[in-house]
């Protein structure tokens, strides 16, 4: 037997791409790193609130800037990113408290689906432009992840009992009292110590927290596989 792995958290919402491309590198270093990926659902407008942060697209120059290295990040990650065309009516005005809500009853009630619904409602969001606030969306975001329609439904109706309600901002809470500001975050617990990260350009002081060798956002044995 080998070591026993090590836990990370991730806590992410989808109205974050920072927080996909983290998280799509975490699900490829899984194996590699023999890592415990816990993925934690959790509202970036409640951190925002908490931490007095404000969405970098809000800030003209900022908003400029974050579109020009998305466009590179793409092609870095093998993620495929793509900016809304009315971001601010997308991000700021219609938000993802719906979306993060139905992440947050589909991990209480079939976690086995959370990577691939977290990763179909990226898609729709920020690589094909598509909504993610209404309720037909959200069914077709986690019909297409692969849950049947019947289960679908069950979990959409979930997101507004007290429960998943409750659960989400539990979490958010967390995540705030980790001294999060915006997200992703991730948490390494590692030998007895835990070590929080922010954003998605922080795997190789996360490698070496780790004791293992970043290869890129893509490693050479995931590489040959695509």
């Avoid at 991730?10 to 920072?18: A, E, Q, R």
């Avoid at 509202?43 to 931490?51: F, R, V």
């Avoid at 689906?113 to 179909?120: A, D």
Wanted: net charge positive; glycine share 6%; with cysteine.
């Amino acid at each position: 037997m080998g070591p026993l792995p090590r836990t990370l958290e991730l806590f992410y919402d989808v109205l974050s791409p920072y927080s996909w491309l983290c998280f799509e590198v975490l699900c490829r270093y899984q194996k590699i790193w023999n890592i415990k990926l816990q993925l934690q659902p959790t509202l970036i407008a409640g951190i925002m609130k908490d931490s007095g942060n404000k969405p970098p697209g809000l800030l003209p120059r900022k908003g400029q800037y974050l579109k020009s290295e998305l466009s590179l990040l793409k092609q870095h990650f093998q993620v495929p990113l793509r900016f809304p065309k009315d971001f601010f009516s997308v991000i700021i005005e219609k938000g993802s408290v719906s979306a993060m809500r139905f992440l947050t009853a589909v991990k209480m009630e079939n976690p086995e689906m959370l990577e691939k619904v977290s990763r179909e409602l990226w898609m729709r969001v920020w690589s094909r432009d598509q909504d993610i606030s209404e309720p037909q969306s959200i069914l077709a975001a986690a019909e297409k992840a692969g849950l049947s329609a019947e289960q679908a439904q069950g979990l959409l109706e979930m997101i507004s009992t007290a429960e998943v309600k409750k659960k989400l901002r539990e979490v958010t809470e967390v995540a705030c009292k980790y001294g999060a500001f915006g997200l992703p975050v991730t948490v390494a617990h590692v030998d007895g110590q835990t070590h929080v990260l922010f954003g998605s350009d922080r795997m190789e002081l996360l490698a070496y927290l780790l004791g293992e060798k970043w290869m890129g956002p893509v490693p050479p044995t995931l590489n040959a596989r695509l």
